[in-house]
């Protein structure tokens, strides 16, 4: 059975960083591209990241250029998110999945909450 666990959210004042975490089971972790994707209250999940198998082609959303930084460990099959410079509009629950997204391995994500 599949399972990606998130972790590293929390409370964090504009301007502060936050770096998450996604541990990966039950699939060949190297064998997937993988993103982190994020959603809003009232609004469509949206992908921010994505990376591939070994990390050599990186993409994000223009929102977060420059911002965020997406990795990978294939040995810890973990992805991460390094997220400085936070806005309050990046306010919201923080998931990761594979490229294209599994319909299945969707996780509870983690809460990421920007205010002052």
């Known amino acids: 059975q599949v399972q990606l666990v998130e972790s590293g959210g929390g409370l964090v004042q504009p301007g502060g960083s936050l770096r998450l975490s996604c541990a990966a089971s039950?699939?060949?972790?190297?064998?997937?591209?993988m993103g982190w994707y994020r959603q809003a209250p009232g609004k469509q999940r949206e992908l921010v990241a994505d990376?591939?198998?070994?990390?050599?082609?990186?993409n994000y959303t223009d929102s977060v250029k420059g911002r965020f930084t997406i990795s990978r460990d294939n040995a810890k099959n973990s992805v991460y998110l390094q997220m400085n410079s936070l806005k309050p509009e990046d306010t919201a629950v923080y998931f990761c999945?594979?490229?294209?997204?599994?319909?299945?391995?969707w996780g509870q994500g983690t809460q990421v909450t920007v205010s002052s």
């Open positions: 039950g699939i060949i972790f190297s064998f997937k591209a």
């Open positions: 999945n594979t490229r294209p997204e599994a319909l299945d391995y």
């Open positions: 990376i591939s198998r070994y990390g050599i082609v990186i």
